[in-house]
């Protein structure tokens, strides 16, 4: 199993900035790749960003290209959201997800974290 535990959600205006952070624990050597999803009210969870562990190779929704950067630290198992240019848009509840090599699913979900963007 693995844990995932986000933190650095908030309240933010317009243009501001927030940093979301996520450390995994347990058997992280059975993942390949690090993503970020984000659930607005009444919507779907969507798909933001992912990195993997290995060579920090990136993907990006088209919607957050150029203000969103995702990065890792391998050594502390944590995975970091920096969130510029904020849009009310961009209000949701963030969620952490942990990739399985063995099954190409994000099978590990954190338990989310608030992210609300005041216009």
């Known amino acids: 199993q693995v844990q995932l535990v986000e933190s650095g959600g908030g309240l933010v205006q317009a243009g501001g900035s927030l940093r979301l952070s996520c450390a995994a624990s347990g058997r992280t050597f059975s993942t390949d790749a690090m993503g970020w999803f984000r659930q607005a009210p009444g919507k779907e969870r969507d798909f933001v960003v992912a990195v993997s562990w290995s060579g920090g190779s990136t993907y990006y929704t088209d919607s957050v290209k150029g203000r969103f950067t995702i990065s890792r630290d391998n050594a502390k198992n944590t995975v970091y959201l920096q969130m510029n240019s904020l849009k009310p848009e961009d209000t949701a509840v963030y969620y952490c997800?942990?990739?399985?090599?063995?099954?190409?699913?994000?099978?590990?979900w954190g338990q989310g974290t608030q992210v609300t963007v005041s216009s």
């Open positions: 997800a942990a990739r399985s090599e063995s099954s190409g699913e994000y099978d590990y």
